[in-house]
Nanobody
């Protein structure tokens, strides 16, 4: 089992920045790719960014150039730096980890990000 705990969400004005953190624990040797997803009210959960164990990243078009994800394997952490935030970025943000052996998805409990206009 893998446990993920997000932190760093909050309320910010449009144009501002937030940094989300995700701490992994448990069977961390099983973790392959990690990433961030978000879900706005009334919408489906969507991919925001992913990062492989080697550090390669991928971003949704809507956040390219504004968000940066990174991971510190030694500290068992993954981060999402969000700059130039927009009201449409308002959502619950979830940390995700992929089990590299079973491809089961693990999820954190989510952290609320609210961007005011």
């Amino acid at each position: 089992q893998v446990q993920l705990v997000e932190s760093g969400g909050g309320l910010v004005q449009a144009g501002g920045s937030l940094r989300l953190s995700c701490a992994a624990s448990g069977s961390i040797l099983r973790i392959g790719g990690m990433g961030w997803y978000r879900q706005a009210p009334g919408k489906q959960r969507e991919l925001v960014a992913t990062v492989t164990s080697g550090g390669s990243t991928n971003y949704a078009d809507s956040v390219k150039g504004r968000f940066t994800t990174s991971r510190d394997n030694a500290k068992k952490m993954v981060y999402l730096q969000m700059n130039s935030l927009k009201p449409e970025d308002t959502a619950v943000y979830y940390c995700n980890a992929d089990d590299k052996w079973t491809h089961r998805d693990y999820w954190g409990q989510g952290t609320q990000v609210t961007v005011s206009s």
